[in-house]
């Protein structure tokens, strides 16, 4: 069993910027993904970036350059960077752990296991 625990999520301008982190504790196997997803009332959750055990990451083409998954050296605190943030990315963000089938680890939730509550993040214009 994995427990996930989001925080960081704020109240932010249309440019700005926020670190998301997500406290990662539990059985966890050596091979594993990880990753932050969003989601919108109404609308299904989406991915936006992951990470392999061996640090490989993964971007939703709109945050390219923008977002930046990371994890410390101990691997239990999954980070999230974003910067230039826009309004549509309001959402309440989660992040998730699953398996590693070494097929790359993809911006699916049905990848992903076990889920955070998440936290919310406004960007307001």
């Known amino acids: 069993q994995v427990q996930l625990a989001e925080s960081g999520g704020d109240l932010v301008e249309v440019g700005g910027s926020l670190r998301l982190s997500c406290e990662v504790s539990?059985?966890?196997?050596?091979?594993?993904?990880m990753g932050w997803f969003r989601q919108v009332p109404g609308q299904e959750r989406k991915g936006v970036a992951t990470?392999?055990?061996?640090?490989?990451?993964t971007y939703e083409d709109s945050v390219k350059g923008r977002f930046t998954i990371a994890q410390d050296n101990t691997k239990d605190i999954l980070y999230l960077q974003m910067d230039s943030l826009k309004a549509e990315e309001t959402a309440k963000y989660s992040c998730?752990?699953?398996?590693?089938?070494?097929?790359?680890?993809?911006?699916?939730?049905?990848?992903?296991?076990?889920w955070g509550q998440g936290t919310q993040v406004t960007v307001s214009s």
């Open positions: 998730a752990y699953g398996a590693n089938w070494f097929l790359g680890c993809g911006l699916s939730p049905s990848e992903y296991t076990y």
């Open positions: 539990g059985y966890r196997t050596s091979s594993y993904c």
């Open positions: 990470i392999d055990n061996e640090g490989s990451t």
